[in-house]
């Protein structure tokens, strides 16, 4: 051995540039090796960290000039269905869904405010019976009736109660309940009345709103003839809320039939019924009749209630969109059906909900396909798109489930997403409800992409959409968009790293091959007589194979030795240059925002925890934990040169081993 290095040191100049040589080649091999094995590791992790989500609408025809969906109108080929979608070889994660809203009447519990839930709006709605009269003499406007009965309500009436001041200050107005007394008068507009809709003499029971005269406004209205007619002048009056029906349809969208829509023989609606015999029996007509003022009650109560069955399919969840108090339902819970919820910072601020409280959830009805449009691109009250909350034999809907649940987590969404519109939503594990809904149906329409979507595999996104439009016609008349979460991007951009990492690896493997050679030409071949030699003087084969190789493996052993850590540590620093970078174009994701809920406290509200830390939520690489390439490639390559040196070098000494010596020492070099 001491031998051997002796020889080859001789030669200083030359050992130490092949050893920077061997080294240089090997830490580009085992560089161009780990980092090509370090992204095809990445490319592997991708579907654990990505998901590709499409989401599915139907533009109709006609909107008709409102932004409730329930007056749209989707022309003759009529509404497009999920299950239309499922097709031979689809190859779906999760098939297309249509999440519905369930209708969830909580007792005791409702965002105050607004046209819903109005405590003066309830003062003024009564069941009232009353006997028309006939027109009102001092306003041809006006039909008058007597009130008989006050059958249902609160019994009062908003009435005008105003202070016009004095010089130096404003007339203003505020509304007094007054109580409703038996044989007082009563008036309604004739021209809001379908002619014969009330007959003088004849006693009617109708749900009744009170309109009263304000005369700081001159807002006017057309009457029948056409001619604008002042609201003040037309004074205090009665109108019809609603009168008994059901909104219950299949999943189709069909009406459900049902008996106790108050009609008449021209298919007319009326808002009033005529009292006849036997009108308040039991089980007469007048039970549809007493539900109204239930369902009025029940309209105040209903909130939207959203369930899902994967939170990846969610745009909220998988762009990281709201700010959450508490936490966010677990995968593992959605899977499993837990009961528990998120429910919306409003909701929880009006009825003094906390992370940890429980709150019994009682569904009564569902409504598929329904989006409210929001143009201002803020969170607003749940508003019911239809107009009934009865069954087809005009009773109040029971709840198809039923359950209590634990709130883990208040959300705020941080800007705009038509899935967290609501400012009183409640999100639940879809697998939670173990109730159907059928027969419970208020609403069954086209697909929105706010609520219908479904997976597919990664990068399958063109394969599947081609085969999705070949056989399904349909899908032409439906808007498809597809969100990877930037999969196919990171993919090309790994497969580029794969690619200068395969050419680091092939000019590692050129190098070092030219090296290898090179050393063993002037270290084994050039060394043809010193072996001549070392025979000569009584050494046996073996001992001349070691003297030429010991030294020349301890070289190459060192050299690929430092080459490889030299690759790790290089490996290293680029990781952490590139973790730098995507720390940077986090920053502000991962930047706490102070928030005051008022809901007990001061919360700092970071990202840098959350589910979506490895990926930034557009789908930029932004590797923020550290992938390691495999151990085994930082020794294996190294020894394998190592042999390859070993391997030649035996061969070519043993080459020369089969020639004599003496023919060896006049052999010209």
Not at 83 to 99: C, K, M, N, Q, W
Not at 490 to 514: H, P, R, Y
Request: charged share 25%.
């Amino acid at each position: 051995m001491k031998n051997s290095l002796k020889q080859l040191l001789r030669r200083p100049g030359r050992a130490i540039l092949f050893f920077l040589l061997m080294a240089a080649s090997t830490l580009l091999l085992v560089f161009g090796a780990a980092m090509y094995m370090q992204n095809q590791i990445r490319i592997d992790s991708l579907d654990e960290s990505f998901t590709t989500v499409g989401y599915i609408s139907q533009q109709p025809k006609d909107k008709g000039g409102s932004f409730n969906p329930v007056f749209w109108d989707y022309g003759e080929e009529g509404i497009i269905y999920p299950d239309t979608l499922d097709f031979e070889g689809a190859d779906y994660i999760v098939p297309p869904e249509s999440r519905p809203y369930y209708l969830a009447c909580i007792e005791g519990a409702w965002v105050e405010g607004g046209n819903r839930d109005s405590i003066a709006v309830d003062d003024n709605i009564n069941l009232l019976e009353f006997r028309v009269k006939g027109p009102n003499p001092e306003n041809p406007y006006l039909i008058e009736a007597e009130l008989t009965k006050i059958l249902e309500g609160s019994g009062q009436v908003l009435k005008l109660n105003l202070y016009e001041g004095d010089s130096d200050s404003r007339a203003s107005i505020s509304y007094m309940p007054c109580d409703l007394e038996i044989g007082e008068t009563m008036n309604f507009v004739e021209f809001w009345l379908e002619e014969g809709e009330l007959e003088p003499g004849k006693t009617y029971v109708g749900l009744l709103t009170h309109n009263t005269a304000n005369p700081l406004s001159d807002v006017s209205v057309m009457d029948r003839d056409g001619k604008m007619v002042s609201l003040n002048a037309l004074g205090d009056n009665y109108a019809a809320l609603s009168s008994p029906g059901t909104s219950l349809v299949d999943r189709q969208g069909n009406p459900v039939e049902s008996d106790i829509f108050n009609t008449d023989e021209n298919g007319r609606s009326s808002g009033f019924v005529e009292v006849t015999p036997g009108y308040y029996d039991e089980g007469g007509a007048f039970e549809a009749w007493r539900s109204l003022t239930t369902e009025n009650e029940m309209k105040k109560l209903t909130h939207p209630v959203l369930p899902v069955s994967d939170p990846n399919l969610l745009t909220f969840h998988r762009r990281n969109i709201a700010n959450i108090r508490g936490r966010e339902i677990t995968e593992e819970e959605y899977a499993s059906g837990a009961r528990v919820c998120m429910v919306a910072k409003e909701f929880a601020q009006k009825n003094l909900l906390y992370e940890g409280d429980k709150i019994t959830l009682p569904l009564i009805g569902s409504l598929y396909g329904y989006q409210e449009i929001n143009e201002f691109g803020s969170t607003t009250r749940f508003s019911l798109p239809v107009q009934h909350l009865l069954d087809a034999q005009g009773k109040p809907l029971e709840p198809f489930f039923e359950a209590e649940y634990e709130i883990v987590g208040i959300f705020d969404p941080r800007y705009h997403c038509e899935e967290l519109t609501y400012s009183d939503l409640i999100i639940v594990p879809s697998r939670s409800i173990e109730g159907s809904d059928e027969g419970h149906i208020l609403y069954a329409g086209a697909m929105d992409d706010s609520n219908t979507s479904f997976m597919i595999p990664n990068g399958s996104i063109e394969e599947f959409d081609a085969a999705l439009r070949e056989a399904v016609p349909e899908a032409e008349r439906l808007d498809i968009y597809y969100d990877d979460m930037g999969y196919a991007r990171s993919v090309e951009n790994l497969n580029d790293a794969k690619k200068t990492a395969a050419l680091l690896f092939a000019v590692g493997v050129l190098a070092a091959g030219a090296i290898i050679a090179l050393l063993l030409y002037f270290f084994v071949v050039m060394e043809k007589k010193r072996t001549a030699v070392e025979r000569s003087l009584g050494m046996t084969k073996g001992q001349c194979r070691i003297s030429l190789m010991a030294g020349l493996m301890v070289l190459s052993l060192a050299a690929t030795a430092i080459g490889s850590v030299g690759a790790g540590v290089l490996l290293d620093r680029v990781d952490a240059y590139s973790l730098e970078q995507a720390q940077a174009q986090s920053a502000k994701m991962e930047e706490g925002r102070v928030v005051d809920w008022n809901l007990g406290g001061i919360y700092n509200f970071s990202a840098k925890y959350s589910p979506w830390a490895m990926w930034d939520v557009q789908g930029n690489k932004a590797e923020l934990q550290k992938i390691e390439a495999p151990a085994g490639v930082f020794m294996a390559a190294p020894l394998a040169l190592d042999l390859l040196v070993l391997l030649l070098g035996l061969c070519l000494i043993g080459r020369s081993l089969r020639i004599e010596p003496l023919l060896l020492l006049n052999a010209k070099q």
